[in-house]
């Protein structure tokens, strides 16, 4: 065998090692969380540094291993396949090629991704010091944005500036089979399709509507105000001066209760026979948010500036309904039900097939659990839909059809839809079953 054969076998065996390192590079960084790697940082475990860096900017150094995998794989194929063709001439092209997929996919791919998979810590910190020498070479670097940059050109409309990235679609795709695979729970795969979706949801989709909000009157006195607290079970009431448009501020529940214990009145000058005291006094500032804001950025904003309640506000500045903090959780985990709570479920499955929700479920909640595919227009809720399908203010017991199922009005307070019974639709039988 001549030895520039020799060499090009040598050279395509390194490099099948080499992609087979960087298919275990590529994996383990994928896998590993960020905050992982910098407990390992505190931990002071050998190679921590240089992976915390990596995956401080995952993107940056995926893209230049995916392209060194790349790069060796076909190096690899090629030199092999000149030194079978001198040899066996077409033939040996054929059976070299199957040779490099069985040996690519098992020794270079499948056995190294799946080391990464069940030692994602361990591989991580042995990849780390190498991988950080490859994306700091800078002019391995610069071809890897070019190329990049390329492809962005080839691509209509704007590209990515740092290449190809992970959906939400996928994100869910791989949830799913985790949860099939037993690597995640059910309600794990639920909490990550709920943080996805909570990017998306607006402020308007959440929050109390304008006619659920309970609010007092700004001359209203502590004890009427207390009764309201009362009554209700609320920690935080609005202040309404002239209506509910014009909120004043937010009284607390526990300065109307301190307010009762120590007996005290707005202005302590005068005489206690005057009266009793308003709430006017008591008012703590109220915090105002649009409609179109998302929970996410709300989120934040209530965990920095430190309150729990906020009056949302449409377009035209009116009152739109109120959001709490509760509320935005709710969105992560699900409903918050304590033992006050006496609203009713938001869906019940009924016998027979069918579901009674409440006009405020999102229609998305009742999509994804009917796995219909519903219209989506100017309307968030269920009530909001068949009113738009009705085409007018709805009457009890009032019905619409939508594809295969029944829309029934089955609650009605004035102009506003509170219950719908949504059922399937009797199939038409076929021909053949008449026939028979």
């Given at each position: 065998?001549?030895?520039?054969?020799?060499?090009?076998?040598?050279?395509?065996?390194?490099?099948?090692?080499?992609?087979?390192?960087?298919?275990?590079?590529?994996?383990?960084?994928?896998?590993?969380?960020?905050?992982?790697?910098?407990?390992?940082?505190?931990?002071?475990?050998?190679?921590?540094?240089?992976?915390?860096?990596?995956?401080?900017?995952?993107?940056?150094?995926?893209?230049?291993?995916?392209?060194?995998?790349?790069?060796?794989?076909?190096?690899?194929?090629?030199?092999?396949?000149?030194?079978?063709?001198?040899?066996?001439?077409?033939?040996?092209?054929?059976?070299?090629?199957?040779?490099?997929?069985?040996?690519?996919?098992?020794?270079?791919?499948?056995?190294?991704?799946?080391?990464?998979?069940?030692?994602?810590?361990?591989?991580?910190?042995?990849?780390?010091?190498?991988?950080?020498?490859?994306?700091?070479?800078?002019?391995?670097?610069?071809?890897?944005?070019?190329?990049?940059?390329?492809?962005?050109?080839?691509?209509?409309?704007?590209?990515?500036?740092?290449?190809?990235?992970?959906?939400?679609?996928?994100?869910?795709?791989?949830?799913?089979?985790?949860?099939?695979?037993?690597?995640?729970?059910?309600?794990?795969?639920?909490?990550?399709?709920?943080?996805?979706?909570?990017?998306?949801?607006?402020?308007?989709?959440?929050?109390?509507?304008?006619?659920?909000?309970?609010?007092?009157?700004?001359?209203?006195?502590?004890?009427?105000?207390?009764?309201?607290?009362?009554?209700?079970?609320?920690?935080?009431?609005?202040?309404?001066?002239?209506?509910?448009?014009?909120?004043?501020?937010?009284?607390?529940?526990?300065?109307?209760?301190?307010?009762?214990?120590?007996g005290r009145r707005d202005d302590p000058a005068v005489d206690p026979a005057a009266g009793p005291a308003s709430v006017d006094g008591l008012m703590r500032e109220a915090q105002f948010v649009p409609e179109t804001k998302r929970v996410a950025e709300l989120l934040r904003e209530m965990q920095s500036r430190m309150y729990h309640m906020a009056i949302v506000v449409d377009e035209y500045g009116s009152t739109a309904g109120l959001v709490t903090l509760e509320d935005l959780i709710e969105e992560l985990v699900g409903e918050i039900v304590d033992e006050f709570d006496v609203e009713d479920p938001m869906m019940e499955p009924l016998p027979g097939g069918g579901v009674r929700v409440n006009a405020r479920l999102s229609v998305d909640e009742l999509d994804e659990f009917l796995q219909l595919d519903l219209?989506?227009?100017?309307?968030?809720?269920?009530?909001?839909?068949?009113?738009?399908?009705?085409?007018?203010?709805?009457?009890?017991?009032?019905?619409?059809?939508?594809?295969?199922?029944?829309?029934?009005?089955?609650?009605?307070?004035?102009?506003?839809?509170?219950?719908?019974?949504?059922?399937?639709?009797?199939?038409?039988?076929?021909?053949?079953?008449?026939?028979?």
């Amino acid at each position: 065998m001549a030895l520039g054969h020799v060499l090009a076998l040598l050279a395509s065996l390194f490099l099948l090692v080499t992609a087979a390192f960087l298919a275990m590079a590529e994996t383990s960084l994928t896998r590993l969380p960020h905050a992982r790697a910098k407990a390992l940082l505190e931990e002071g475990r050998r190679g921590a540094a240089s992976l915390e860096h990596l995956l401080a900017n995952r993107q940056r150094a995926l893209n230049p291993v995916l392209l060194a995998v790349l790069t060796c794989h076909l190096s690899a194929a090629v030199m092999l396949g000149l030194v079978a063709h001198s040899y066996f001439g077409a033939p040996g092209l054929v059976l070299v090629t199957v040779f490099e997929i069985v040996v690519i996919f098992v020794l270079a791919e499948a056995a190294p991704k799946t080391y990464a998979l069940e030692h994602p810590e361990q591989s991580a910190l042995m990849v780390a010091p190498v991988v950080n020498v490859l994306v700091d070479f800078a002019p391995y670097r610069l071809v890897t944005r070019l190329l990049i940059g390329a492809a962005n050109v080839v691509l209509p409309g704007k590209g990515r500036k740092e290449g190809p990235g992970v959906s939400e679609e996928e994100l869910l795709a791989m949830a799913d089979v985790a949860v099939e695979a037993d690597v995640l729970e059910v309600e794990e795969r639920a909490l990550i399709r709920s943080i996805i979706d909570f990017g998306d949801t607006v402020v308007r989709e959440v929050m109390v509507p304008r006619p659920d909000m309970v609010t007092i009157p700004v001359d209203a006195t502590v004890g009427e105000a207390m009764e309201t607290v009362v009554n209700n079970g609320y920690s935080r009431v609005p202040v309404c001066g002239d209506g509910i448009d014009d909120v004043v501020g937010m009284v607390y529940a526990k300065d109307l209760l301190r307010a009762t214990r120590d007996g005290r009145r707005d202005d302590p000058a005068v005489d206690p026979a005057a009266g009793p005291a308003s709430v006017d006094g008591l008012m703590r500032e109220a915090q105002f948010v649009p409609e179109t804001k998302r929970v996410a950025e709300l989120l934040r904003e209530m965990q920095s500036r430190m309150y729990h309640m906020a009056i949302v506000v449409d377009e035209y500045g009116s009152t739109a309904g109120l959001v709490t903090l509760e509320d935005l959780i709710e969105e992560l985990v699900g409903e918050i039900v304590d033992e006050f709570d006496v609203e009713d479920p938001m869906m019940e499955p009924l016998p027979g097939g069918g579901v009674r929700v409440n006009a405020r479920l999102s229609v998305d909640e009742l999509d994804e659990f009917l796995q219909l595919d519903l219209p989506k227009g100017d309307w968030d809720t269920v009530g909001g839909l068949m009113l738009n399908l009705l085409g007018h203010p709805a009457v009890e017991g009032e019905t619409v059809e939508l594809d295969d199922h029944r829309l029934r009005a089955e609650r009605v307070q004035g102009r506003r839809i509170g219950r719908v019974r949504i059922t399937p639709l009797p199939r038409p039988r076929t021909m053949e079953a008449e026939s028979s």
